[in-house]
């Protein structure tokens, strides 16, 4: 007989793992009990025969719930006491072993909850938020720690007779689910005018639908924060929507009522369905169909479309009594702010935006807005990291004591906690450019500092001296007492990559809209030497002027301007689109001043080479959301070939640009725009890999890297990838974290952790 006490971190709160725990040790006839730990790990004590306390610890690696994720047993053998006659679950010790245990993200609704929810007989038929503890909202509902009902914002909710006799039956699937809930005592949903009247409706989502379908704007209130929602075939709404939201052309996601419907109208390839399905349900982009048949208006000039599938019961049955195949779902956030959480916050804000509000009473302790991932040429890439994924950690190769923080830089920003070899991202934050983002992200990272119970040891930040980041980190490093480590932007990315990748050396290439370059310039198409002890750029794009500095990066034609300056059609071809300038001929005439003075910024951008492709080619003027007009030559390309198959110029480590630029120029009426967009990202491809294989070829290494904001091009990095791979070398891209500014503080905190 043997007495075992297992200590086990992970995500092994909220997700089911103390009711398996029981169930295995009942079923090896050990005694003992289970509870959760004050740092978000798990306890357990068994007692019995040797042969079956071996039996149960195998089992407890080999059987655990399928959303739970064990970093590491601390077991510690004594000899047995006899205490217990039973196996039980006991409550919550508040004391913290270990750090670095952390909760789990929201995960869409299960099967069988999905199955009971559309069951008569079931007791919570047609209950919107049944959950059970396989599935629910997590990380959007948790106050503090341990994970126990009282310290999430179920708290208001006091459990009914019957859902606490499936709370503490061990045999029941709802077995210590803090979510579990019904219609007699759970969440209620409620139906608004925008005037805040109730509308008198015994079936308030379903009538939420048919309001959607009829016309209406519905601002709906989910796990992690509100949505805007309506048609996705009358475009009225969404241009009132677009106006409101100022947001004329920025792609708004969508949720299609299932899979099939979501084949109605775009392509799904079995990786894009797996996806759609998974726990995560991010937001998956797309290629629409030919024939494509919802409203031009979701995503204007553009090759593909958002699509989510529902992930709570009250996604689905908004589906119930339309016809409609998706309703447009976009975040409600006001220009460069959060997400909106809060009931008063979204009457507030949107009254004059929507014509009805969907609303429940649970409170939202962490707003999440929902994830986006791309998937291409066999692989996932995330574009935006949040919910279903946040805060799970993914593994970096660090030195295993260090203990860092990133905080991002300016764009897409997400903070970064570096613990014992693994990652914690926090949700995605936005653009830190307003003090509402600037407020989210603090309280977003002591949130995560306060799960993890981590105090990190140092700070990686961004270059750039007046970034909120910046401060935010510079405040911490005040504080907390602890190092600031300034790290370039481009630098962080490649690190971050090295990290994901357990690499020692790598040629990486990083290409993006915009860095603080070491030079202080602005950088954005760079290859870099990185090893485990320092960085080096060995090459970059030819750099070119960028006229008016930022008003370059909203006007492309600005860049035209600037890479054609020698060119002797320019004059003219400017004047002609001189409308397109918010001051038309004079603007015209003081850019071409401006260029002959000489005194002009320089940029070495990846994002404003593809910018100014975009207006040669007339897909794009004016710049409206981050990446418009990198994205619309990309749609542009769909179908293309290398009808010009220019050969890459490269002077020494520069890569030079304004040779395609001029031919793209020039060929413009004589071929296809498709095939002019399609050869401009080839040559992009092509020159940089040559480049970078020449520099890998010279180090002796055998890796290449892509990342940067522009790995989010499919055309770019298959080339790439094709371009490595034909040397005999290894393409490697960014998986678990995001290639764009999203990723940021990962490398931040990844150099932070080396160098510290
Ligand atoms: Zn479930
Ligand atoms: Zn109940």
């Known amino acids: 007989m043997t007495r075992a006490r297992l200590v086990v971190k992970g995500i092994v709160q909220g997700v089911g793992f103390r009711p398996f725990v029981y169930r295995i040790a009942t079923a090896n006839k050990l005694v003992g009990f289970v509870r959760n730990l004050g740092d978000a790990g798990v306890e357990v004590i068994v007692e019995g025969p040797d042969a079956s306390v071996s039996r149960f610890m195998v089992q407890l690696q080999a059987e655990r719930p399928p959303t739970s994720a064990i970093h590491q ?11 217990f006659k039973e196996f039980r679950i006991v409550k919550s010790n508040e004391s913290r072993v270990h750090i670095g245990s952390v909760i789990p993200p929201d995960i869409a609704i299960c099967e069988n909850c999905l199955r009971e929810l559309r069951d008569r007989r079931d007791r919570r038929f047609e209950y919107f938020f049944i959950t059970c503890t396989d599935c629910g909202p997590r990380y959007t509902i948790i106050d503090a720690l341990p994970y126990d009902r009282p310290r999430t914002t179920m708290k208001d909710f006091d459990m ?71 048609s996705t075939l009358l475009t009225e709404p969404i241009v009132r929507l677009r106006r409101t939201k100022f947001r004329l052309q920025k792609p708004l996601a ?26 995560a349900r991010p937001i998956v982009l797309l290629r629409k169909r030919s024939g494509f048949h919802l409203s031009e208006q979701i995503s204007p000039g553009l090759h593909n479309i958002g ?33 909106i959480k809060d009931n008063k916050d979204a009457f507030d804000r949107l009254r004059d935006v929507v014509d009805y509000f969907l ?3 649970r409170l939202i302790s962490q707003r999440c807005d929902d994830s986006v991932v791309r998937s291409f040429d066999g692989t996932t890439t995330l574009i935006r990291r949040s919910r279903g994924y946040a805060p799970a950690p993914v593994s970096a190769a660090v030195p295993r004591d260090a203990c860092t923080l990133g905080v991002g830089g300016q764009l897409n920003v997400t903070s970064c906690l570096v613990h014992d070899g693994r990652a914690y991202m926090t949700q995605h934050v936005g653009d830190v450019e307003t003090l509402q983002t600037f407020e989210f992200q603090k309280e977003a990272t002591h949130h995560l500092l306060m799960l993890t119970g981590c105090r990190p040891e140092a700070v990686g930040r961004d270059l750039h001296p007046l970034f909120s980041t910046t401060r935010f980190a510079d405040e911490l490093g005040k504080e907390e007492g602890i190092r600031v480590i300034p790290v370039q932007h481009h630098y962080a990315h490649v690190a971050g990559l090295m990290a994901e990748h357990d690499l020692n050396e790598i040629v990486g290439i990083c290409c993006d809209g915009y860095g603080y370059g070491e030079d202080g310039a602005a950088w954005g198409g760079e290859i870099i030497f990185a090893t485990r002890t320092g960085q080096k750029r060995i090459g970059h794009l030819e750099p070119q002027p960028m006229i008016g500095g930022d008003l370059a990066t909203r006007y492309p034609l600005r860049m035209v301007a600037g890479i054609l300056r020698d060119d002797p059609r320019l004059q003219d071809w400017l004047l002609e689109r001189q409308t397109h300038f918010p001051h038309g001929r004079k603007e015209v005439d003081t850019i071409l001043t401006q260029l002959r003075s000489g005194k002009v910024p320089l940029t070495t951008s990846c994002g404003r080479v593809l910018d100014s492709v975009s207006a040669i080619i007339g897909l794009c003027y004016e710049r409206t959301y981050e990446g418009e007009p990198a994205m619309k030559v990309e749609s542009c390309a769909v179908g293309g070939k290398d009808i010009l198959n220019l050969k890459p110029t490269l002077k020494g480590n520069v890569v030079g640009m304004s040779s395609m630029v001029r031919e793209i120029f020039t060929n413009v009426g004589r071929y296809p725009l498709r095939d002019l967009a399609y050869s401009a990202q080839s040559y992009i491809a092509r020159s940089l890999g040559e480049c970078a294989v020449a520099a890998a070829a010279d180090l002796g290494v055998k890796s290449i890297g892509f990342t940067g904001g522009v790995a989010y091009n499919e055309q770019i990095t298959c080339t790439l990838r094709a371009t490595v791979e034909k040397e005999g070398l290894r393409f490697l891209a960014s998986e678990a974290v995001p290639p764009g500014d999203g990723g940021v503080s990962f490398g931040q905190a990844v150099m932070a952790a080396m160098i510290s």
Not at 314 to 332: G, I, N, P, R, Y
Request: hydrophobic share 35%; charged share 25%.
């Open 307 to 339: 699509v989510m599938l529902p992930y709570t019961g009250l996604h689905s049955m908004l589906f119930d009594e339309t016809k409609e195949q998706a309703f447009v779902m976009t975040s409600a956030n006001p220009p460069e702010e959060p997400i």
């Open 254 to 279: 969508i949720m299609a009522r299932d899979l099939e419907a979501a084949r109605s109208f775009a392509e799904v390839d079995p990786n894009e369905a797996r996806l759609l399905t998974s726990y």
């Open 73 to 83: 047993i601390d077991t510690t053998f004594q000899p047995e006491t006899g205490e």
């Open 160 to 230: 009914c007779e019957r859902c606490s006799a499936e709370y503490v039956n061990p045999n029941d699937r709802r077995f210590h689910a803090q979510t579990v809930a019904c219609s007699d005592c759970g969440p209620s949903v409620a139906l608004l005018t925008n005037n805040g009247k109730r509308v008198d409706s015994s079936d308030p989502i379903r009538e939420a639908g048919r309001l959607l379908e009829g016309g209406h704007i519905v601002a709906i209130k989910g796990n992690g924060g509100f949505h805007l929602a309506s």
């Open 359 to 361: 609303v429940h009473n």
